[in-house]
């Protein structure tokens, strides 16, 4: 059984950002259907009775290898997503995790997002294609910072097996590591291209 917020399913309630107080920091912090998070206007009081005004703003995210994307909340980090669901769907059911629907682990918007079972979501991530993550994200040409694709590691190991090249030349014309290069010709990376 998947749990997902029915209140965006059309079109004009996604043109529109709707922010509403993060359960846990009500007061403090907003999250929107567009998967951002805010501080709000605060006083704080210091010893001798000195206050200071904290203006509220937008938090500034970050992404890890993986693509999924956080932010920090008052003295600890939080998952966007887990946030944007806590927030419009309520709180997460036993046995249940975050899941999105298209498969980008950076799309946390409301209508993107459900809770699920880890056997549901896993079967998602084959379907997206996004199951296949090494401990550093994802494997091959779907990490975005992959300088490689099938074609040049195909002429990477064509190469090598043509005697003609050591593997640190072929480094430097595809300017890549040796150690790299390693990997591809033993097949400890890249293994799923032929």
């Known amino acids: ?10 079109e004009d309630s996604r043109s529109v950002e709707i922010w509403r107080d993060l359960p846990e920091r009500r007061g403090r912090y907003q999250v929107s ?3 951002r998070v805010r501080s ?10 000195r206050i200071y005004f904290k203006k509220g703003r ?11 994307v956080y932010v920090n909340v008052g003295t600890r980090n939080g998952a966007i997503q887990r946030l944007v669901l806590q927030t419009f769907v309520g709180p997460c059911p036993e046995g249940m995790e975050a899941c999105h629907n298209d498969g980008n682990p950076g799309n946390n918007k409301v209508w993107n997002l459900r809770w699920d079972s880890k056997k549901n979501n896993e079967a998602d991530k084959l379907l997206h294609g996004t199951g296949d993550r090494s401990k550093n994200g994802l494997k091959g040409e779907k990490n975005h910072k992959a300088k490689l694709n099938p074609e040049k590691v195909r002429e990477i190991r064509s190469l090598y097996a043509s005697g003609k090249y050591l593997q640190v030349e072929i ?8 150690d790299q290069i390693s ?3 033993l097949r400890k990376s890249w293994a799923h291209v032929d």
Request: positive net charge; hydrophobic residues 40%; contains cysteine.
């Open 1 to 10: 059984m998947c749990i997902h917020s029915t209140e965006f399913n059309t």
């Open 33 to 35: 259907s567009w998967g």
């Open 40 to 49: 709000l206007n605060m006083v704080i009081r210091y010893k001798y009775n």
């Open 58 to 68: 937008i938090l500034k995210d970050w992404s890890i290898p993986t693509g999924y």
């Open 171 to 178: 480094a430097l014309m595809y300017g890549v590591g040796q």
């Open 183 to 185: 990997s591809i010709v």
